[in-house]
C-alpha cells in the first residue's frame, strides 16, 4: 500500500512539472517568408525618423540678432569666380558683396560697369518679398574704354533680424532702354558682422553667335544662336524691342536644366522700312520677384 501511494505522488508530481509554464520564455523565431517585409518596415521606419529629425532640426534654425554671424544662410557651392571661356567680361560686373554675403547698412557696393549711351547707372535694393528698399540714380563719364570702377553705399532698413535680398545694377541706352542688368544676392542683417564672399562668375552668362553685331537680319525672322548658361529654371525671355520701347518679336525658351547650353530658336518680326532694335535676352529671379539678368545686344533689322 505504501509503495502505491509513493508511486502516485512520483506520478502527480511529474505531471504537474510539465504543466508549468517556463520561467523566461525564447522569442518564437519567424518564418523565413517574414523576413524581408521585416526589415523592409524597419529600414523605412528609421528613414522616417531619420528625415523627421533633419526637417525639425532644420525648422528650429532661425535668424536672430546677434553680434556675431549666423549660419542659417549659407553660400551656395556653384558661385565661383572663374570665367567661363570664350565669354566676355560682364557689362555690369559686381565684385563685391559676393553671392550670400550677410551685409549690414549701409553696403559697400563695388563694381566694373561698361555703361550705356545715356551714362545712368541705376542701383536698387529689393527685400525677400520684391518690395523696394533703396533706389540710386548716378550718371557717370566714363573715363576707361572697357568699363568704369565704382564704389557706392547702400543704405537700407529692415524690421527683421536678418532676410534675404537683391542688389540689382542696370544701365541704359539713349532711348532709355535697360542696357544691362546684373544682380547679386545677400542676406540682409539689421545689426552685426558683415561676412562677405568672393565674387560671382566675371562673364556674361550668355554668348550670341547668330546674329553677330554687324549682321542686318531680313525677311521678317531673326535666327538666334547662343549659349547659355542659366542662373535658374526660369524661362527665358528673348525679345527685339526698337527705339520707342515697343516689342516687335518675342519668343520664350523654356529651361529644363541648369547645365550651360546651346540655344538655337526663332523670332519672328514685322516692319515696313529698316529700324534698328535691341535684341534683349533676360531671365527672372525664381527667389524674389523681378529680374534677375539681361543683356542687350543692337542689331539692324530689315523688312
Not at 549659407?74 to 560686373?93: D, E, M, N, R, Y
Amino acid at each position: 500500500m505504501r509503495y502505491r501511494l509513493f508511486l502516485l505522488a512520483s506520478l502527480f508530481g511529474l505531471l504537474t512539472g510539465c504543466a508549468a509554464p517556463a520561467s523566461s520564455a525564447v522569442p518564437t523565431a519567424l518564418p523565413p517568408e517574414f523576413l524581408p517585409t521585416i526589415i523592409a518596415q524597419t529600414a523605412e521606419s528609421a528613414n522616417r525618423a531619420a528625415t523627421e529629425t533633419a526637417f525639425a532640426a532644420l525648422a528650429g534654425i532661425t535668424p536672430t540678432r546677434t553680434s556675431k554671424p549666423t549660419s542659417t544662410f549659407t553660400p551656395a557651392p556653384t558661385f565661383t569666380s572663374t570665367s567661363i571661356p570664350g565669354h566676355k567680361q560682364s557689362a555690369v560686373l559686381i565684385t563685391s558683396p559676393g553671392p550670400m554675403s550677410k551685409v549690414v547698412s549701409p553696403i559697400t557696393l563695388k563694381m566694373d560697369i561698361v555703361t550705356g549711351k545715356s551714362k545712368i547707372v541705376l542701383v536698387e535694393l529689393f527685400g525677400e518679398d520684391g518690395r523696394l528698399l533703396t533706389r540710386t540714380l548716378k550718371q557717370y563719364v566714363p573715363t576707361f574704354t572697357k568699363g568704369i570702377l565704382q564704389t557706392i553705399e547702400v543704405s537700407f532698413e529692415i524690421r527683421a533680424a536678418s532676410e534675404l535680398g537683391r542688389l540689382t545694377v542696370s544701365t541704359q541706352d539713349e532711348f532709355g532702354r535697360v542696357q544691362s542688368l546684373n544682380s547679386v544676392r545677400v542676406i540682409l542683417l539689421s545689426s552685426g558682422v558683415e561676412e562677405l564672399t568672393p565674387p560671382g562668375n566675371p562673364s556674361e552668362p550668355v554668348r550670341v553667335f547668330n546674329p553677330l553685331p554687324k549682321e542686318q537680319p531680313s525677311g521678317g525672322v531673326v535666327n538666334l544662336r547662343m549659349d547659355w548658361w542659366p542662373f535658374n529654371l526660369e524661362p527665358v525671355i528673348v525679345e527685339l524691342i526698337d527705339p520707342e520701347g515697343r516689342s516687335l518679336g518675342l519668343r520664350v525658351i523654356s529651361v529644363t536644366q541648369l547645365n550651360p547650353q546651346m540655344v538655337e530658336t526663332t523670332i519672328p518680326y514685322a516692319i515696313s522700312e529698316p529700324l534698328s532694335a535691341r535684341l534683349t535676352i533676360r531671365q527672372d529671379d525664381d527667389r524674389i520677384p523681378g529680374l534677375f539678368y539681361l543683356f542687350t545686344q543692337e542689331v539692324m533689322l530689315n523688312p
